[in-house]
Structures are given as structure tokens and as C-alpha cells.
């Protein structure tokens, strides 16, 4: 009777578990959305703590100097009343220019620069308009042979090498011009291998004449 009595309680007991189990299944738990439609204020601010800088040190710059006084009473400006001790420069020209003659006449003709020797197998011509640079054009022969067809000259100095053969060397200047001022002028220039000068002259010719130079290679 007594092992009956404690069967029945133990089911008993093993029943009333695994139905409190079932019915505990069965419970939910439910979260509850928060209001889309809550109102609450957007607005807010953030302290932060001052920064200590420069600004706030109260510094005052300071310079040395020493304050003017009476400057106001101190004359000013320029006295145009007033002598000069400078002296009055007095300006002469005394160039005389024979460019921009009206009667080039006396220049209608072949002018000669001269005879000069040398054993130099090379000489370095040098030739510039030395009056008004009005746009002076040669044309520049050695032997007939047309060493440079059209020379412009210029203020400085145009330079060509000419290479000399044994015994006379003639060397024409022939004018194709006379510029913007009649006639046609220049500087000439001559020197050696050794850079020495051995000639230098001036022509002035009218359009169609020539300056002659005549070398002797020795």
C-alpha cells in the first residue's frame, strides 16, 4: 500500500512539471514600440571650456622712441625763390655730320681705302655705319667674287674673315644704297690673324660706287 501511495505521488509530481513546462511554452513576452509622433526638443547646446591663448593675456606692445615736439612750427616744403649754387650746364654739339648733304655730287665716284701688306693668310674685317644708321646696305667682293651679296649697317660692328690668296687682294665695298640720308657711309676696320689692327678708314659714296681696299699677301 505504502509503495502504491508513493508511485502515485511521484506521477503525480512528473505530470504537474511537464504541464507547468507546456503552459510556460505558451507565454509571450511583447516589446512595445517607442511614438514616432513623441515630441521632444531638438535644440540643444554644448559648453566647452575657454581656450587660454594669447588674446587672452592682455598684451600691449610698446615701442622705443621719442614723441616729436613742436613739429608743427618747423618749416617745410621747397623754397623755389631760392638761389641755386649748382651750375648751369651748357650743352655744345660739336659733331658735324657730312650725311644729309644736299649736293653729294663730289661722291659720285670710286673712292680708294688704300694699299696695305701683310703675311697673314686671314684678315678680320670690321665695318658699321659711324653717322646716322639710316639703313646703309654694301655688298661686299673680293676679286670679283662676291664675298657677302647684302651687308645692312648697323651702329656695332659687323664682322666677316676673308681668307687672302698669295700676292693682290682687292676688296670692294660696292654702295647698293644711301639709306634715309645720302650718302652712303662707313667705318672699316682691318686686322690680322694675330688680331692686330693694319687699316682703318672711311668711305662715303652714292649708290653704284665703290670703296676699294687692296691687300698684299706676302
Request: aromatic letters at 10%.
Amino acid at each position: 500500500m505504502k509503495i502504491i501511495t508513493l508511485s502515485t505521488f511521484f506521477f503525480l509530481c512528473i505530470s504537474t512539471t511537464l504541464f507547468a513546462q507546456t503552459n510556460d511554452s505558451n507565454k509571450s513576452i511583447s516589446i512595445k514600440a517607442i511614438d514616432s509622433s513623441a515630441k521632444f526638443n531638438k535644440d540643444f547646446t554644448i559648453k566647452l571650456p575657454p581656450i587660454k591663448g594669447l588674446t587672452n593675456k592682455n598684451i600691449r606692445p610698446s615701442f622705443n622712441f621719442k614723441p616729436l615736439t613742436d613739429f608743427s612750427k618747423k618749416p617745410s616744403g621747397v623754397d623755389i625763390t631760392a638761389k641755386s649754387n649748382l651750375v648751369d650746364k651748357e650743352w655744345e654739339i660739336k659733331q658735324k655730320f657730312k650725311e644729309g648733304d644736299k649736293n653729294t655730287s663730289r661722291f659720285a665716284k670710286d673712292y680708294s681705302l688704300g694699299d696695305i701688306k701683310t703675311t697673314s693668310k686671314t684678315v678680320v674685317i670690321k665695318m658699321r655705319d659711324h653717322e646716322y644708321v639710316d639703313g646703309d646696305r654694301v655688298k661686299l667682293m673680293l676679286n670679283n667674287v662676291v664675298i657677302h651679296p647684302n651687308i645692312t649697317l648697323r651702329g656695332d660692328f659687323f664682322v666677316i674673315d676673308i681668307d687672302l690668296q698669295e700676292g693682290f687682294n682687292t676688296i670692294n665695298f660696292i654702295a647698293l644704297n644711301e639709306g634715309l640720308s645720302s650718302p652712303n657711309t662707313a667705318q672699316l676696320k682691318v686686322f690680322d690673324a694675330d688680331g692686330n689692327q693694319i687699316a682703318s678708314n672711311k668711305w662715303l659714296i652714292t649708290t653704284g660706287y665703290k670703296a676699294s681696299l687692296i691687300i698684299l699677301k706676302e
